[in-house]
Protein backbone atom coordinates (compact mmCIF):
# COMPACT_ATOMS: atom_id res chain seq x y z
CA UNK A 1 0.00 0.00 0.00
CA UNK A 2 3.23 2.13 -0.01
CA UNK A 3 2.47 5.67 -1.85
CA UNK A 4 -1.21 4.78 -2.11
CA UNK A 5 -4.01 7.43 -0.36
CA UNK A 6 -6.14 5.66 1.35
CA UNK A 7 -9.90 7.48 1.96
CA UNK A 8 -11.32 10.20 0.18
CA UNK A 9 -13.44 13.08 0.93
CA UNK A 10 -14.97 11.68 4.53
CA UNK A 11 -11.64 12.20 6.14
CA UNK A 12 -11.74 15.80 4.31
CA UNK A 13 -15.18 16.36 5.57
CA UNK A 14 -14.45 14.71 9.06
CA UNK A 15 -11.16 17.54 9.94
CA UNK A 16 -13.45 20.61 8.54
CA UNK A 17 -16.36 19.64 10.32
CA UNK A 18 -14.27 18.56 13.61
CA UNK A 19 -12.15 21.66 13.76
CA UNK A 20 -14.94 24.09 12.94
CA UNK A 21 -17.84 22.90 14.96
CA UNK A 22 -14.94 23.42 17.65
CA UNK A 23 -14.48 26.65 16.70
CA UNK A 24 -18.03 27.55 16.42
CA UNK A 25 -18.86 26.61 19.38
CA UNK A 26 -16.41 27.86 21.76
CA UNK A 27 -17.52 30.88 20.32
CA UNK A 28 -21.17 30.58 20.73
CA UNK A 29 -20.30 30.10 23.89
CA UNK A 30 -17.81 33.13 24.77
CA UNK A 31 -20.57 35.16 23.19
CA UNK A 32 -23.11 33.78 25.44
CA UNK A 33 -21.25 34.09 28.40
CA UNK A 34 -20.38 37.97 27.99
CA UNK A 35 -23.69 38.26 27.04
CA UNK A 36 -24.91 37.31 30.29
CA UNK A 37 -21.77 38.92 32.30
CA UNK A 38 -22.79 42.45 30.43
CA UNK A 39 -26.31 41.94 31.92
CA UNK A 40 -25.09 41.61 35.29
CA UNK A 41 -23.30 44.11 35.01
CA UNK A 42 -26.10 46.65 33.93
CA UNK B 1 -23.69 50.62 19.50
CA UNK B 2 -20.30 52.01 20.34
CA UNK B 3 -17.90 52.05 17.68
CA UNK B 4 -15.58 49.63 19.01
CA UNK B 5 -18.76 47.41 19.25
CA UNK B 6 -19.44 47.72 15.50
CA UNK B 7 -15.66 47.38 14.33
CA UNK B 8 -15.05 44.44 16.53
CA UNK B 9 -18.42 43.07 14.73
CA UNK B 10 -17.66 44.41 11.46
CA UNK B 11 -13.94 42.76 11.66
CA UNK B 12 -15.69 39.10 13.07
CA UNK B 13 -18.30 39.44 9.86
CA UNK B 14 -15.65 39.99 7.46
CA UNK B 15 -13.25 37.03 8.12
CA UNK B 16 -16.25 34.94 8.18
CA UNK B 17 -17.07 35.60 4.38
CA UNK B 18 -13.36 35.80 3.64
CA UNK B 19 -12.93 32.23 5.31
CA UNK B 20 -16.83 31.12 3.73
CA UNK B 21 -15.20 32.24 0.14
CA UNK B 22 -11.69 30.57 0.62
CA UNK B 23 -13.32 27.21 2.08
CA UNK B 24 -15.21 27.07 -1.19
CA UNK B 25 -12.30 27.86 -3.22
CA UNK B 26 -10.78 24.92 -1.06
CA UNK B 27 -12.80 22.37 -1.55
CA UNK B 28 -15.29 22.92 -4.80
CA UNK B 29 -12.92 24.77 -6.88
CA UNK B 30 -9.26 23.88 -6.35
CA UNK B 31 -7.80 20.96 -7.98
CA UNK B 32 -6.86 17.84 -6.21
CA UNK B 33 -3.28 17.66 -4.39
CA UNK B 34 -0.97 15.54 -7.40
CA UNK B 35 0.05 13.32 -4.37
CA UNK B 36 -2.67 13.27 -1.65
CA UNK B 37 -5.72 13.92 -4.18
CA UNK B 38 -8.68 15.34 -2.14
CA UNK B 39 -7.23 14.59 1.23
CA UNK B 40 -4.86 17.05 0.58
CA UNK B 41 -7.83 19.67 1.15
CA UNK B 42 -7.85 19.15 4.36
CA UNK B 43 -4.58 21.56 3.88
CA UNK B 44 -6.69 24.74 3.41
CA UNK B 45 -8.27 24.61 6.75
CA UNK B 46 -4.88 23.16 8.61
CA UNK B 47 -2.02 25.42 7.81
CA UNK B 48 -4.07 28.49 8.28
CA UNK B 49 -5.28 27.18 12.11
CA UNK B 50 -1.51 26.05 12.50
CA UNK B 51 -0.14 29.18 11.45
CA UNK B 52 -2.73 31.63 13.00
CA UNK B 53 -2.43 28.92 16.14
CA UNK B 54 1.63 29.58 16.51
CA UNK B 55 0.79 33.17 15.98
CA UNK B 56 -1.32 34.18 18.71
CA UNK B 57 0.90 32.77 21.72
CA UNK B 58 3.59 35.03 20.41
CA UNK B 59 1.03 37.59 20.44
CA UNK B 60 -0.04 36.02 24.28
CA UNK B 61 3.68 35.99 24.99
CA UNK B 62 3.75 40.03 24.27
CA UNK B 63 0.82 40.36 26.22
CA UNK B 64 2.13 38.39 28.99
CA UNK B 65 5.11 40.81 29.01
CA UNK B 66 3.09 44.18 29.23
CA UNK B 67 1.36 42.29 32.06
CA UNK B 68 4.41 42.02 34.12
CA UNK B 69 5.88 45.71 33.66
CA UNK B 70 2.33 47.31 33.10
CA UNK B 71 -0.23 47.38 35.54
CA UNK B 72 -1.69 43.99 34.99
CA UNK B 73 -5.73 45.01 34.75
CA UNK B 74 -6.87 44.78 31.08
CA UNK B 75 -3.28 43.53 29.95
CA UNK B 76 -4.45 40.27 31.94
CA UNK B 77 -7.89 39.86 30.45
CA UNK B 78 -6.02 40.45 27.27
CA UNK B 79 -3.86 37.74 28.28
CA UNK B 80 -6.32 34.77 29.46
CA UNK B 81 -8.40 36.08 25.89
CA UNK B 82 -5.10 35.15 24.13
CA UNK B 83 -4.19 31.74 25.94
CA UNK B 84 -7.29 30.11 25.92
CA UNK B 85 -8.30 30.66 22.16
CA UNK B 86 -4.38 29.81 21.44
CA UNK B 87 -5.13 26.40 23.38
CA UNK B 88 -8.41 26.03 21.38
CA UNK B 89 -6.34 26.61 17.73
CA UNK B 90 -3.84 24.06 18.82
CA UNK B 91 -6.14 21.52 19.60
CA UNK B 92 -8.16 22.00 16.43
CA UNK B 93 -4.58 21.90 14.57
CA UNK B 94 -3.53 18.13 16.41
CA UNK B 95 -7.30 17.52 15.35
CA UNK B 96 -6.90 18.18 11.70
CA UNK B 97 -3.45 17.13 11.47
CA UNK B 98 -4.30 13.79 12.90
CA UNK B 99 -7.43 13.12 10.82
CA UNK B 100 -5.45 13.64 7.97
CA UNK B 101 -2.48 11.33 8.86
CA UNK B 102 -4.48 8.69 9.01
CA UNK B 103 -5.36 8.00 5.12
CA UNK B 104 -1.40 9.96 3.83
CA UNK B 105 0.71 8.03 6.88
CA UNK B 106 -1.73 4.94 8.04
CA UNK B 107 -1.94 6.46 11.72
CA UNK B 108 -4.01 8.93 13.46
CA UNK B 109 -0.61 9.99 15.49
CA UNK B 110 3.17 9.60 15.95
CA UNK B 111 5.40 10.82 18.29
CA UNK B 112 7.00 13.04 15.67
CA UNK B 113 8.65 16.19 16.73
CA UNK B 114 6.44 18.19 15.61
CA UNK B 115 3.40 16.51 16.59
CA UNK B 116 4.88 15.81 20.17
CA UNK B 117 6.46 19.60 20.64
CA UNK B 118 2.67 20.48 19.39
CA UNK B 119 0.93 18.34 21.91
CA UNK B 120 3.72 19.69 24.64
CA UNK B 121 2.56 23.02 23.53
CA UNK B 122 -1.31 22.67 23.80
CA UNK B 123 -0.19 20.87 27.62
CA UNK B 124 1.53 24.06 28.15
CA UNK B 125 -1.29 26.10 27.63
CA UNK B 126 -3.69 24.01 29.44
CA UNK B 127 -1.30 24.21 32.17
CA UNK B 128 -1.55 28.19 32.20
CA UNK B 129 -5.26 27.77 32.38
CA UNK B 130 -5.24 25.95 35.20
CA UNK B 131 -2.28 27.62 36.66
CA UNK B 132 -5.17 30.76 37.09
CA UNK B 133 -8.22 28.43 38.71
CA UNK B 134 -5.58 27.09 40.98
CA UNK B 135 -4.22 30.76 42.37
CA UNK B 136 -6.92 33.44 43.84
CA UNK B 137 -5.07 36.41 44.70
CA UNK B 138 -5.98 37.97 41.17
CA UNK B 139 -2.13 40.23 41.35
CA UNK B 140 -0.28 37.20 42.22
CA UNK B 141 -2.39 35.31 39.30
CA UNK B 142 -1.57 38.14 36.72
CA UNK B 143 2.35 37.58 36.93
CA UNK B 144 2.42 33.95 37.36
CA UNK B 145 0.22 33.54 34.31
CA UNK B 146 2.23 36.19 32.54
CA UNK B 147 5.57 34.26 33.30
CA UNK B 148 4.09 30.63 32.96
CA UNK B 149 2.75 31.88 29.36
CA UNK B 150 6.06 33.26 28.19
CA UNK B 151 7.93 29.82 29.24
CA UNK B 152 5.17 28.08 27.28
CA UNK B 153 5.54 30.21 24.61
CA UNK B 154 9.60 29.21 24.49
CA UNK B 155 8.12 26.07 22.91
CA UNK B 156 6.39 27.39 19.48
CA UNK B 157 10.05 28.20 17.97
CA UNK B 158 10.47 24.37 18.57
CA UNK B 159 7.58 23.61 17.07
CA UNK B 160 8.23 25.67 14.29
CA UNK B 161 11.45 24.50 13.52
CA UNK B 162 11.32 21.08 14.46
CA UNK B 163 10.29 19.55 10.82
CA UNK B 164 14.11 21.41 9.76
CA UNK B 165 15.78 20.54 12.87
CA UNK B 166 14.71 16.45 12.82
CA UNK B 167 13.49 15.23 9.29
CA UNK B 168 11.09 12.65 10.25
CA UNK B 169 7.71 12.22 9.25
CA UNK B 170 6.31 15.02 9.24
CA UNK B 171 6.80 17.38 5.74
CA UNK B 172 9.56 20.05 5.74
CA UNK B 173 8.09 23.87 5.02
CA UNK B 174 6.43 24.08 2.06
CA UNK B 175 6.77 26.92 -0.21
CA UNK B 176 3.98 29.02 -2.09
CA UNK B 177 6.10 29.11 -5.64
CA UNK B 178 4.67 25.57 -6.69
CA UNK B 179 1.24 26.05 -6.06
CA UNK B 180 -1.62 26.12 -8.69
CA UNK B 181 -3.16 30.08 -8.38
CA UNK B 182 -6.36 28.84 -7.05
CA UNK B 183 -4.59 27.34 -4.09
CA UNK B 184 -2.59 29.91 -3.06
CA UNK B 185 -5.88 32.37 -3.26
CA UNK B 186 -7.83 29.64 -1.13
CA UNK B 187 -5.17 29.40 1.61
CA UNK B 188 -4.46 33.46 1.26
CA UNK B 189 -8.56 34.12 2.00
CA UNK B 190 -8.57 30.97 4.49
CA UNK B 191 -5.69 32.90 6.44
CA UNK B 192 -7.26 36.21 6.68
CA UNK B 193 -10.05 35.12 7.33
CA UNK B 194 -9.48 33.07 10.54
CA UNK B 195 -7.06 35.61 12.11
CA UNK B 196 -9.73 38.25 12.23
CA UNK B 197 -12.42 35.53 13.32
CA UNK B 198 -9.72 34.75 15.80
CA UNK B 199 -9.36 38.43 16.67
CA UNK B 200 -12.81 39.28 17.27
CA UNK B 201 -13.51 36.16 19.68
CA UNK B 202 -10.46 37.07 21.18
CA UNK B 203 -11.63 40.75 22.07
CA UNK B 204 -15.05 38.69 22.82
CA UNK B 205 -12.86 36.53 25.32
CA UNK B 206 -11.17 39.13 26.70
CA UNK B 207 -13.63 41.65 27.99
CA UNK B 208 -15.16 38.53 29.22
CA UNK B 209 -12.43 38.00 31.61
CA UNK B 210 -12.75 42.23 32.66
CA UNK B 211 -16.53 41.98 33.20
CA UNK B 212 -16.03 38.76 35.70
CA UNK B 213 -12.48 39.88 37.11
CA UNK B 214 -14.10 42.61 39.81
CA UNK B 215 -16.66 40.14 40.82
CA UNK B 216 -14.36 37.35 41.06
CA UNK B 217 -12.43 39.98 43.63
CA UNK B 218 -15.19 40.90 45.55
CA UNK B 219 -15.70 37.30 46.21
CA UNK B 220 -12.07 37.14 47.47
CA UNK B 221 -13.21 39.88 49.83
CA UNK B 222 -10.59 42.08 48.16
CA UNK B 223 -11.85 45.94 48.24
CA UNK B 224 -12.94 46.78 44.83
CA UNK B 225 -11.64 49.93 43.69
CA UNK B 226 -14.94 52.15 44.58
CA UNK B 227 -14.33 51.43 48.33
CA UNK B 228 -10.79 52.31 48.27
CA UNK B 229 -11.45 55.83 46.44
CA UNK B 230 -13.97 56.53 49.15
CA UNK B 231 -11.92 55.04 51.94
CA UNK B 232 -9.51 57.63 51.26
Given amino acids: MDGVIVGDWEYVWAAWGLSLSMFGAYCIVTSVRLKKAQEERT | MSSRFAIEHIAGLLGLGLFAYGSYLGLAVAPPERFMGDVGRIFYVHVPTATVGLLLP ?3 CLI ?10 KWDAALEG ?14 QGSIWAKPTWGVYWDWD ?16 LALRTFIEDPMRR ?7 TIIAFANVPIVYFSVRW ?10 GRDLEDTMGTAFAFNWFGLALMVTWVVTRRARLAWLTRPRAMAA ?3 PAASDLVAGG
Fill in chain 2, 82 to 95: AVEVSTLLIAMMLV
Fill in chain 2, 220 to 222: EGA
Fill in chain 2, 113 to 128: PRLTSSAILMASFIGV
Fill in chain 2, 64 to 73: AVGSLVRDAG
Fill in chain 2, 166 to 175: WRTLHQDFTG
Fill in chain 2, 58 to 60: AVA
Fill in chain 2, 142 to 148: ASWSAVA
